[in-house]
């Protein structure tokens, strides 16, 4: 039996609210239904460890009420509404009371956490000293919670989950999915040894915890892209992406045990993820174009055609010089060592690849936002990096506070023909101030206006907003990585460091146009996030992806000979014959030598210089060579490899008769030299696949 989990006389039983009929009626409920019974436990759990956080913080703080004025006592019968009505309002309490408890308190350590049994506490920050820095809010001087007011102590006699949600700095998610029992949040608060006798002070102690009961990771709906008839829909139009975070966000997923919600797969990140053997560009142009096809190995009977970009190599040498403003999430959700650490971590293996010609700030964020380092000198590794050990996790999220000030702090010091980057890394947990993530979206496309491009760097996992993060970085001119381990950190902030840092064409669109006499139909794989209309590829005020130096992109379409039965596209609901015109151009319109011609299509792109507004347009037929998947490239053969792996990961109805044993099978073939290694941690990822 399934029962309505909403229903407050459910949330009555499970609080013991309920009496007489009205409770043997909910039991015997309750007993046919597993989801039910799950509730109750699960609330009735959250009860008791409130109960119990609220004794030990009267225990801990206790506070003489001289003026308090006992109420007189009446006795009233209650109704069932007021029964049911409280119960309800101790479930809110409960639900909005786990979040509370998760506010970090004020201490001379920073925030801290209690241990959690099964989790590795975080390692543990060393403190440095820094001067103040006059005219700015310096939050490497003192701790996030010194500069945030005490919480005063819940008064004498408050029900269980009213210490004032203000009082402790909590402003909870404005999103309604957030609130209910099941996304409950419940973050302990730390517990440290009390001063010595007589006011003397002895060292405090504290494991930092961080603790996440429910999953509210955000990932956006994919509506996978299908096949098109090439008479009707003869254009394909869309932006380029260089993003990689959903690679290395599924292969977290897989690594711990479990197979990746779907919507978190973005088959052109997996793709992306890899770099390809494509030729260097000639001196005119920011990025060469790279056209083959062959046979499709999940479908033999059609055929796989990839577009490859490469931009141009770029020696460290020659880099640009570069004003950036790393923008750090220190919030409470950022405390494990999976997020804030290897934020950390990350951001020393890039200061140790700037010099002296570069220029670095640290903007942090919490529930507000503050200037820990001015713009200063790449060759200052030591101040850079003592404000970076500094930094500790604590508060609620104001993200939108924190990017105003960043993009100031890197308009203060732009430099002309160089490299101006806010490099945000966060969880996205953005819950106080501009939370909408449309409005932060706009913010950011404003602030992009100004020159200054974003990376975006997503750590953690079960509250990872991902949806929002992919968005910040496509609306900022940017790129956005997951990292999932300090060897990702390596890949993207080291060994790719131009193709993070210099972007070398902006605004770059991809528009293909399929032959008919050649193509029957064609599907994209991938890129359902950045379709444009086939109107927007000549307009200049549509935004569009950047490509990094050094940066590949290879995109692929399924195409369906014309001639080929069955055709996917035929399946599609026809439309209704038009009024005032023919429904499909016909092919006997068109003129000979075009129906007649060989070529299966012609690729255009479209790109602006990094300070330009006006774009260029380069043009490319491309013939079919008829290649068999067998004699394919080995590049062509990985790019396969990974885009049926995903398409596996997504049980897409067009993944055809391939396998992960196949996906082993091309992916083995294709390796190549793997100078990395990033293609063997691929293979053992299908591997791994394999056994969940």
């Known amino acids: 039996m399934k029962m309505n989990l909403d229903d407050p006389k459910l949330t009555a039983f499970a609080l013991d609210e309920l009496t007489g009929t009205e409770k043997e009626e909910m039991e015997t409920a309750v007993a046919a239904s597993p989801e039910a019974q799950e509730f109750v436990r699960e609330l009735r759990l959250l009860s008791g460890n409130l109960r119990a956080e609220y004794a030990a913080e009267r225990e801990a703080y206790p506070i003489e009420h001289s003026n308090l004025v006992p109420l007189e006592q009446k006795d009233e019968p209650w109704s069932l509404s007021r029964r049911l009505a409280l119960a309800a309002s101790i479930a809110l309490c409960a639900c909005f009371g786990a979040i509370a408890i998760g506010t970090l308190k004020r201490g001379g350590a920073g925030f801290v956490g209690r241990p959690n049994p099964g989790r590795e506490p975080a390692p543990a920050v060393n403190q440095t000293e820094q001067t103040p820095v006059e005219g700015v809010d310096n939050l490497a001087a003192t701790s996030p919670a010194e500069q945030l007011p005490a919480a005063p102590p819940p008064p004498v006699g408050a029900s269980l989950a009213t210490p004032s949600f203000n009082d402790l700095g909590v402003i909870a998610s404005s999103d309604p999915s957030a609130m209910g029992a099941a996304t409950a949040r419940n973050r302990l608060l730390a517990r440290q040894a009390p001063g010595a006798a007589g006011g003397a002070s002895v060292e405090k102690k504290a494991e930092a915890w961080y603790r996440q009961d429910f999953n509210t990771a955000r990932y956006g709906s994919i509506e996978e892209n299908p096949f098109l008839e090439a008479t009707s829909n003869p254009l394909s139009t869309f932006s380029i992406d260089v993003d990689t975070a959903s690679y290395s966000n599924i292969r977290r997923f897989i690594e711990n045990g479990s197979l990746p919600p779907k919507d978190a797969v973005r088959i052109e990140e997996l793709i992306n993820y890899f770099s390809y053997d494509y030729p260097q560009p000639d001196d005119s142009l920011p990025f060469s174009v790279h056209l083959d096809a062959a046979s499709c190995p999940w479908a033999p009977t ?323 060579p008829g290649t068999a998947f067998a004699n394919a490239t080995p590049d062509l053969k990985f790019a396969a490899a990974v885009a049926e792996f995903g398409m596996i990961l997504r049980d897409s109805e067009y993944k055809g008769n391939g396998s992960l044993g196949a996906v082993a099978e091309w992916a083995t073939e294709g390796k190549g030299a793997d100078e990395n290694g990033y293609r063997a941690g691929f293979l053992a990822l299908v591997r791994k696949t394999k056994t969940l």
Do not use: C, W
């Not at 490299?419 to 947990?429: E, I, P, S």
């Not at 907003?465 to 990292?483: E, I, R, T, V």
């Not at 429904?583 to 299966?600: F, H, I, Q, Y």
């Open 302 to 624: 059609h055929r796989l055609v990839r577009i490859g970009l490469k931009g141009r190599e770029m020696p460290n040498e020659k880099r640009p010089a570069s004003n950036l403003v790393f923008l750090l999430d220190v919030s409470g959700s950022m405390e494990p060592a999976n997020r804030l650490p290897i934020v950390k971590q990350a951001m020393r293996l890039l200061v140790d690849k700037l010099g002296e010609n570069d220029r670095i700030a640290i903007v942090v964020y919490a529930g507000a936002s503050g200037l820990v380092l001015p713009s200063t000198t790449g060759d200052r590794k030591e101040q850079i990096l003592g404000a970076l050990e500094n930094l500790q996790a604590g508060g609620s999220t104001n993200g939108a506070e924190g990017i105003e000030l960043a993009y100031r702090t890197a308009a203060e010091h732009f430099i002309k023909g160089g490299v101006n980057r806010v490099m945000l890394a966060t969880d996205g947990d953005f819950n106080i101030g501009t939370t909408s993530e449309g409005e932060l979206v706009r913010l950011i496309q404003e602030k992009a206006k100004s020159g200054v491009f974003l990376s975006v760097l997503g750590v953690g996992d079960d509250n990872l907003n991902d949806s929002m993060m992919q968005k910040l970085a496509d609306k900022g001119n940017g790129n956005y990585a997951y990292l999932d381990s300090v060897e990702e950190a390596r890949k993207v902030l080291v060994r790719q460091i131009n193709g993070t840092l210099v972007t070398i064409a902006k605004d770059v669109k991809i528009q293909v146009e399929f032959n008919p006499a050649q193509v029957g139909s064609y599907r994209l794989i991938g890129y359902e996030k950045r379709l444009l209309r086939k109107e927007d590829f000549n307009n200049d005020k549509i935004d569009a992806g950047e490509i990094g130096a050094g940066h590949t992109v290879t995109a692929l379409y399924e195409v369906v000979p014309a001639g080929t039965e069955p055709n996917p596209a035929a399946s599609v609901p026809p439309v209704d014959p038009l009024k005032y015109q023919p429904t499909t151009p016909a092919l006997a319109v068109l003129p000979k030598a075009k129906t007649g011609s060989p070529e299966m299509l012609t690729v255009k792109l479209r790109y602006k210089e990094p300070e330009g507004e006006t774009s260029k347009l380069l043009e490319r037929p491309f013939v079919d």
